[in-house]
């Protein structure tokens, strides 16, 4: 079965100091990943999202995520975060079979110290 | 202008009641979905609708039923409100159309209803 694994619940990280969110996948064929950004009392906001082609790709806010299938991951980084990134972020696979189905992981929160 | 709106924003309600939540998207989007943010911030997602057709239905009561009175609506009726259903419900829409078989297409969300089941 498909599913998506976000080791940290919580990170907290220093304003300026560089960012990386875990996320592992499980899926057995090609996945299509998805990063969404969540800030308090909003909904989800699409950061960046993989298909195929370059295994790195870049995203808004100046975020960027890699690929690499031989570890089923797609981690989310930014060399230097700043206050307003804190929020709660998702990983998301989309599932194919049938279509109109993705599966978020559970969410890693990110809190930024000055 | 709002891509994809809900209301109410908030929604509190005693055990028992019977309550809708409304969505409207206005992006021309073929498809839309309702999804449950539970207090863990856990998102999952509850029914999808692509042309007004029902496409997954997941092991959700049947005390819930979606409506999509036309393809830019997605309705979202709760009857028999119990504890368990308070959460965030959160509304979103993609271009993707059917038989384009995997879910590529950016999703996009609603502000959520946080309903509360007293």
């Known amino acids: 079965a498909q599913s998506v694994t976000q080791p940290d619940i919580h990170i907290t990280v220093s304003e300026g100091a560089s960012l990386e969110l875990r996320c592992n996948y499980s899926?057995?064929?090609?996945?299509?990943l998805f990063w969404y950004v969540q800030s308090p009392g909003q909904g989800l906001q699409l950061l960046l999202k993989y298909f195929s082609g370059d295994t790195l790709v870049q995203g808004i806010k100046g975020f960027e995520a890699e690929f690499q299938r031989s570890q089923s991951s797609f981690n989310l980084r930014k060399p230097s975060v700043h206050w307003s990134d804190a929020a709660e972020y998702f990983c998301?696979?989309?599932?194919?079979?049938?279509?109109?189905?993705?599966?978020f992981g559970a969410g890693t929160r990110l809190f930024v110290k000055a | 202008d709002t891509a994809v709106s809900q209301t109410p924003k908030y929604l509190v309600t005693q055990m028992g009641n019977d309550k809708s939540i409304k969505c409207e998207q206005n992006?021309?989007?073929?498809?839309m979905y309702w999804y449950k943010q539970d207090s863990k911030k856990f998102l999952k997602i509850m029914f999808s609708y692509n042309n007004k057709e029902l496409i997954i239905n997941e092991t959700v009561p049947n005390r819930f039923s979606p409506k999509s009175p036309d393809k830019a609506h997605l309705n979202l009726h709760i009857n028999s409100l119990e504890l368990g259903d308070s959460a965030v419900y959160f509304c979103?829409?993609?271009?993707?159309?059917?038989?384009?078989?995997?879910?590529?297409?950016?999703?996009?969300f609603g502000p959520g209803t946080r309903l509360t089941v007293l």
């Open positions: 899926y057995g064929a090609t996945p299509y």
């Open positions: 979103a829409s993609s271009q993707e159309g059917r038989g384009s078989g995997t879910s590529t297409d950016t999703q996009y």
């Open positions: 992006l021309g989007h073929d498809t």
């Open positions: 998301a696979v989309g599932a194919g079979t049938g279509g109109f189905k993705t599966i």
